[in-house]
Structure formats: C-alpha cells, structure tokens
C-alpha cells in the first residue's frame, strides 16, 4: 500500500495514532498537501460516507473517523495555508429557527469538511435574517438547512424564501433532518434533501458541481 | 398509584398509554423555541387541558410534559436552574388531571448532546441531571418515570439507574429506532436487544420504542415483535408516530389516520406488546380510536 493509501484506511476505520502517522509520513515524501487531503483524506471519508448510507456503520464509527480526520488535518492545514490552498466550495449550514438540536448538524458538517468543503456552522437556532446575513458575507455555493422537529419545518419554508429574496439565486439550498421527505423539499423549493449525513455529501457536490457549470454565485 | 399495581394490571390487560405533548401545546399557543416544560409553571392550566384529553380518550397512563427537563437540556434556553420547579409542576399537574386509577409517567428525554466519547457530555455529569429530573418528577407525584426516544444505550441506561437513585420503584425505557438493513437500529446503532439489555441493567422493567424515523406502521409492529423477544418476559411498550409529516398550509400533518393507527392495535397486542400509545403526530383523537381498539380485542373481537 502507498502512504496515502495507508492514510486513507487508518482515517475511514478511526485510527488516530496512525492518521497522524501517515499523515506525517505523506509529508516527509514531499506529497502536496493538496494532494494528500484530495487522494487521502477525502476518499476517506467518501468510503464512510458510503458505509453510513448502507448501514453497516453508524453514528459512532462515523465519528472516530472524523476525529481521526480531524488528527490528520492539523498536520496537514498549516501546510495548506503556507501554500495558499483553499477549499473549493463553501458551505454554510444550521439547524433553523426555534430548534435546538444540533447532532445532526453537526454530523453534516463534519461529513461536508471531509470532502473538503469549507464549512461555516451557525448553530442552532438561527433565524433566517442571520441565514441571510451569512450567505452575504460569506458568499457560499451551498446551504444546510436542520430540523428535527416537525414544529419548526416551517421555519425553512420561511429561511429558503428569505435566502431568495435577498438575491443569493444562485445558491443551493440542502435540507435534512428527520421529520424531513423529498416531498416537503419540494413543496418550499429548496434544491436538495439528503435523508442522512453520507447523502448530504452526495447531494452537495451534485448541487455545487450542477451550479458551477450554470451559474457560479 | 402504587407503581406494584402497574406491573400486576398489565398481567390482567394491556394499557393505553397517552400520545404527543408538544403538537397539542403548539396548538394551544406554544411557541416554535419556546421552552415546553416552562407552560408548567406558567400556563399549567393549558397542559392540565392536554393531559384531560387523554384521559378523556381513554389512556391509562399520562406522560408528563417533561420530555426535556433535564437540566442539560434546559440550558439551551438559559433555564437550567428552574428544572426542579418545571418538572415537580409537570408531574403535579399531570397527577391531578389524571385522577385515580392512571399511572402517571415522568417523562424523561434525551440530553441532547452525545456523552463522552462521542461527546462532551460525562458519565458523572449526566447522571446527576436525570437523577435530578427524576427526583422532581417523584415529588411531584409521578409513579413511574419514562426514560424515552434514547439512541444510545448508555445514557439510558445512566437515565434509568438516575431514576431509581432518585427512588423510582418502576422505570420504563424507551428507543428511536430506524430501519436498518433488515432490522432496526438507534441513530448511534444500537440493536433491540442491545438497548433492552442496557436499558435493563440500569433498572428498566418495561422497555420498548417510541418515535423514530421513516417507520412504517407495519414496521412498528415488527419491531414490536423484536423486543417481545429480546424483552424475555418483561413487559414491552410501542408508541409509533402517526406517518410522516407533510406540510399543509405552513404546518406540518401526520397523514396516518386514527383509524390506520386503530387498525395496528390488535397486531401489536397478537406481537405480544403490552403497552401502546402514541408519539409525534397522534392526538387524543388517534388514542381514542386506539382505546376502542383494545375495548373490541379484549371483548373477543379479534378482527
């Protein structure tokens, strides 16, 4: 196995010690940073992404690979900054208005910077003018939007109207979250639904790869 | 009540246990945010209303308006310090609207957040905050605390064993499952009777599952099946959602009807599940169709 290919398996079966290992080692090869996250990191958790989708991991395993993720990367961004690389596409994403949960939030966000998105996380909570407010200041390709109780699906009716309105058109909108269907994200016009944190990945780099040929925001 | 007599009524008949809190309190007023449990102190005649409508429907058991009363809970509204008032007011209100001969559940909800190491949440800190809810709810006259919609076994059990440190003589613990391959899993991953198991050694003597996502009612009742099995004689509870959610008109409905959910009790009770009730989307008006139910299986009318 090379390097990256060592990297890659110690990030997707949660092995710290050893992420940091061959993340050190990719290193002292002289890999490209940029390279060691595209042809490591990322795989990587593209493979946990897939195995949460068929059920054959769960919430936990995906975590320790995140975290095992996360080891890797403080290795790898001071290097990345030194090179002047930065993520692609970026992301905003929050549980909206009037719910406090943020598990799975958070999931999504963890998930969406191992594809290498750059993800600005709002919290819970967050009204649509501050959905608003980020999406001007942040300029992003993409927006999550979280809910777990049925009682305040509503209030991504009102984020995703409030989001159009304010001109961002050409930024998508993500929902999940579990009262969420493909149907209701059809009914407020959003642009995608992932039912779980491994679809959300799938769904943003659809939604961001169909945007950059159409319409770059 | 005597909690003895719950675990001996359920020998002689099955029980109804009550349907969703926080549906009812929107639509009486409630906020989206706004803090549930605070209505206890503040507008404890509007949850006293829900609770008499449940009885009214004929449940046998009512669940306090506590779900998240857990201190750790009440911080995200900046509330934590008044988690002993909300939850001995909740269980106060919900003794008097259920009168004599009902079980009154305190209702005992996730932290919210994933312990360690998932988490940040430590053993220690949450078990002080579910034996803290649970001590309230005791006072306030609940009979049996409810530990429900868990995902990891852990912190059920941590949230059962809290109970019965605070003096629960009864605990009944209930999981979120979803379809998983072909069977059913916690959001953490966590089989049937891995959660029975936990939920048992931390001093659970009902188990079962209420909510969930994407379960069909014929998925409720196979996964009913499922813990009768893994329970090995102890009593099991279902409580299913009404369906889906859809929106209409800026709100969100459950589709499944009163009679679907009416149409599943004889099957859960032919699974060998003891006690049903209702979670997210169900009204006293499902419950009522679900009472007649049990009223026509235990008449003979299997059908």
Redesign the interface.
Same mark, same amino acid.
């Given at each position: 196995m090379t390097t990256l290919e060592q990297l890659s398996e110690a990030i997707s079966l949660g092995k710290n010690k050893d992420a940091r290992l061959f993340a050190q080692r990719a290193i002292d090869e002289n890999i490209p940073p940029a390279q060691i996250v595209d042809h490591a990191l990322v795989p990587a958790m593209a493979l946990v992404g897939e195995r949460f989708k068929r059920n054959e991991i769960f919430v936990p395993e995906m975590l320790i690979a995140a975290r095992a993720m996360k080891e890797a990367m403080t290795l790898l961004e001071p290097r990345l900054i030194a090179a002047g690389v930065t993520p692609k596409f970026t992301a905003i994403i929050g549980t909206v208005q009037g719910d406090l949960h943020d598990i799975g939030k958070n999931l999504v966000a963890t998930m969406w910077k191992g594809a290498n998105f750059r993800v600005v996380d709002l919290g819970a909570n967050v009204s649509p003018a501050k959905f608003v407010a980020a999406v001007q200041e942040h300029r992003p390709h993409l927006v999550g939007l979280s809910a777990l109780l049925t009682t305040t699906m509503p209030a991504m009716i009102d984020t995703v109207r409030a989001i159009r309105a304010s001109g961002a058109s050409a930024v998508k909108i993500v929902i999940g979250g579990a009262p969420i269907t493909q149907q209701f994200c059809e009914e407020i016009g959003a642009d995608g639904y992932a039912p779980d944190a491994g679809s959300a990945v799938d769904k943003a780099s659809e939604l961001v790869a169909a945007g950059a040929i159409d319409s770059p925001p | 009540m005597d909690t003895i007599s719950l675990i001996e009524a359920l020998v002689d008949r099955p029980l109804l246990c009550d349907g969703a809190m926080?549906?009812q309190l929107?639509a009486r007023g409630l906020?989206?945010?706004?803090c549930g449990e605070e209505w206890n102190v503040t507008a404890a005649a509007r949850v006293e209303d829900v609770h008499r409508r449940y009885v009214a429907a004929g449940c046998d058991l009512i669940t306090t308006n506590t779900f998240g009363g857990t201190d750790v809970a009440l911080a995200?509204?900046g509330l934590a310090a008044r988690g002993r008032e909300f939850n001995e007011a909740g269980a106060r209100v919900a003794r008097l609207a259920a009168g004599p001969g009902r079980w009154v559940l305190g209702d005992v909800g996730p932290l919210?957040?994933?312990l360690e190491p998932?988490g940040t949440i430590s053993s220690a800190t949450a078990g002080r905050a579910f034996r803290d809810q649970a001590a309230a709810l005791l006072a306030g006259g609940a009979d049996v605390i409810l530990v429900e919609t868990m995902?990891d076994p852990q912190e059920a059990a941590i949230a059962a064993r809290g109970a019965r440190e605070a003096g629960a003589r009864l605990v009944i613990a209930t999981f979120a499952f979803q379809a998983?391959?072909d069977g059913f *899993?916690?959001?953490? &991953?966590a089989t049937a009777r891995e959660c029975v198991r936990a939920a048992m050694q931390g001093g659970a003597s009902i188990v079962g599952a209420n909510c969930g996502?994407?379960l069909s009612l014929a998925d409720y009742v196979r996964l009913g099946r499922e813990l009768v099995e893994a329970a090995e004689g102890h009593p099991v509870i279902v409580q299913p959602n009404a369906g889906?959610? *859809?929106?209409v008109n &800026?709100?969100?409905v459950?589709d499944e009807s009163a009679v679907e959910l009416a149409s599943c009790v004889p099957k859960f009770l032919a699974a060998g599940v003891r006690v049903i009730g209702g979670c997210?989307?169900t009204t006293p008006e499902h419950l009522a169709a679900m009472a007649e139910a049990m009223r026509r299986h235990a008449a003979g009318d299997r059908g």
């Open positions: - | 926080g549906t929107q906020k989206p945010g706004q995200r509204h919210g957040e994933l998932w995902s998983a391959g *899993r916690t959001m953490m &991953g996502t994407n889906a959610p *859809r929106l &800026g709100a969100a459950y997210c989307g």
